[in-house]
């Protein structure tokens, strides 16, 4: 309820920021992007979704210049109650706000022939950028919904990140903390990023924690996980 409250009030203030946003006539009014890649292991918040295999994934966003964006994103994953791909569909809106910008949107986790998997949660995050340095603090929340055992799902984050001067590299950290399906998990992973042309080749090496410990098994075991992702 309190996440409710606080995405309203953003809410509440976003129509004057995107009408000053809008005022730019220099920029197109909708702006489509993609991303297509491969993943060595497909992991959500520390935890393989692929049973540790290597997962083909693409994404397309279409944005206005108010802030307002709707995206689609699909990977493949191990078979889930008979599905045996996702799909991710969000609508949301991001912009400046003071200092910071804020994100906020609600994303539907989709599984097609999938039986009782589909799911929604909430999200809004607020970053800065101070020189090459980046930081990001986030929150999701999902009510209670069948499909994740009748409970609700928080899961809050920080992320940092270091553009290495003169070179195409950027180094990445995040810590995860996330309770309701899990009863207490935490993940942790750091890596590294460079950009070739319309490449990004990547490399981070995950951890989590769960209670009980054993809980996950192998599919959040310690791993390093390499992607190769192209933009359009």
């Given amino acids: 309820m309190k996440f ?15 009408q000053a946003d809008s ?3 220099n920029s197109a009014p909708f702006t489509l992007s993609g991303e297509v890649g491969v993943v060595s292991d497909y992991r959500f918040r520390g935890v393989s979704l692929s049973n540790g295999d290597f997962a083909v994934q693409g994404s397309l966003t279409l944005s206005s210049r108010s802030g307002f964006y709707a995206s689609a994103w699909a990977s493949n994953i191990a078979e889930y109650n ?5 799909v991710d569909l969000t609508a949301g809106w991001s912009g400046p706000v003071g ?10 986790y989709v599984y097609p022939n999938g039986q009782g998997a589909n799911y929604y949660e909430l999200a809004g995050s607020l970053s800065r950028n101070f020189g090459p340095l980046g930081a990001k603090v986030g929150v999701a929340y999902s009510p209670k919904q069948d499909n994740l055992g009748s409970t609700t799902n928080k899961y809050v984050y920080g992320e940092a990140s270091y553009a290495l001067a003169g070179t195409p590299v950027t180094l990445n950290a995040h810590a995860g903390y996330e309770t309701g399906v899990y009863n207490a998990k935490k993940d942790y992973s750091v890596g ?9 080749l990547g490399v981070s090496y995950i951890k989590v924690d769960s209670d009980p410990a054993d809980a996950l098994g192998t599919l959040a075991g310690d791993k390093a996980v390499l992607s190769v992702k192209g933009k359009f």
Wanted: glycine letters at 10%; a negative charge; zero cysteines.
């Fill in 4 to 18: 409710a409250v606080i995405l309203a009030g953003i809410a509440m203030g976003l129509p004057a920021v995107a």
């Fill in 99 to 108: 200092p910071l910008t804020a994100d906020v949107s609600v994303i539907g």
């Fill in 192 to 200: 590294a990023t460079m950009d070739i042309a319309v490449f990004t």
């Fill in 82 to 86: 008979g599905a045996k791909t996702e």
């Fill in 23 to 25: 005022r730019n006539e």
